[in-house]
């Protein structure tokens, strides 16, 4: 039997539709009551039907509400592929006003994310990291979960304080990123720049959104092994307040999970 973590609290969702809606109502509860802080946002398929989800329940609000969530929204993304403007149909930027800076009419600074046609992507590193600092840090951070443990662009081996910054991306990696790339992923870039552990585990919260029988065997090695470089996202477990909102078939792996702490 797995053991959740100290300070971690599982959903377990019937499917990712009833993850989509759940997620979508932390974010908005987020927005609405703690928005003085950025909401730390992610990109992907798993986050597709999440901002949908999000997109329908802004709209079901009150007109003041509505008006009152989109003049206090600022949100940072995790990360951002290096040499992609952000209108090129591939980069993170392009999925962000698709799927959510468009559809509730936010201002393009307010959905912030690394400029991926930075001449220095290093510097473009430190000078987001700085950005998020000023705005105050992260509040809420939406995460997925990649097929070799990745959090945000982390890839293994990633010590648990690694900064934002510009990094190779994994095979692995660009193989599950390919279908934005017509399914090639020699054509994904080779690069990124992403926010680090270090930004991740500073946030108040962590949401971690896992779907799909394809996420159970990472998330069953989330949940049973220790802390290592070798495992980004298992350094998560040592963040004080994280919700785990996971679909069945993704917990396939999982076995019994005991909810109690260790």
């Excluded at 703690?34 to 609000?61: C, F, I, N, S």
Aim: hydrophobic share 45%; glycine share 10%.
């Amino acid at each position: 039997m797995n053991t959740l973590p100290k300070g971690w609290n599982l959903v377990a969702c019937a499917d990712g539709a009833a993850v989509a809606e759940h997620v979508a109502a932390c974010l908005l509860v987020d927005r609405l009551h703690w928005p003085d802080q950025p909401l730390g946002l992610a990109t992907g398929r798993t986050m597709e039907p999440v901002y949908g989800a999000l997109v329908k329940v802004v709209y079901a609000l009150p007109a003041a509400e509505q008006q009152r969530l989109r003049q206090q929204w600022l949100s940072f993304n995790l990360d951002e592929y290096v040499g992609l403007a952000p209108g090129d149909a591939g980069s993170f930027a392009a999925f962000m006003a698709r799927h959510l800076q468009q559809p509730l009419a936010l201002g393009m600074d307010q959905v912030r994310l690394p400029a991926g046609l930075a001449s220095d992507p290093g510097g473009e590193a430190q000078r987001y990291a700085t950005d998020l600092a000023r705005c105050g840090g992260l509040g809420l951070q939406l995460l997925g979960l990649g097929l070799n443990g990745h959090v945000g662009f982390n890839e293994p081996p990633c010590p648990a304080m690694a900064p934002c910054r510009c990094l190779e991306l994994s095979s692995t990696t660009r193989g599950q990123n390919a279908a934005a790339f017509g399914g090639d992923a020699r054509a994904v870039p080779e690069r990124a720049i992403t926010l680090g552990l270090a930004e991740i585990l500073a946030a108040r919260s962590l949401l971690l959104v896992v779907t799909g029988a394809a996420k159970a065997g990472i998330l069953a090695r989330l949940l049973a092994e220790e802390p290592s470089p070798e495992l980004p996202a298992s350094w998560l477990q040592g963040h004080p307040n994280l919700t785990l909102v996971a679909d069945q078939a993704a917990l396939g792996e999982c076995g019994a999970i005991d909810p109690c702490f260790s």
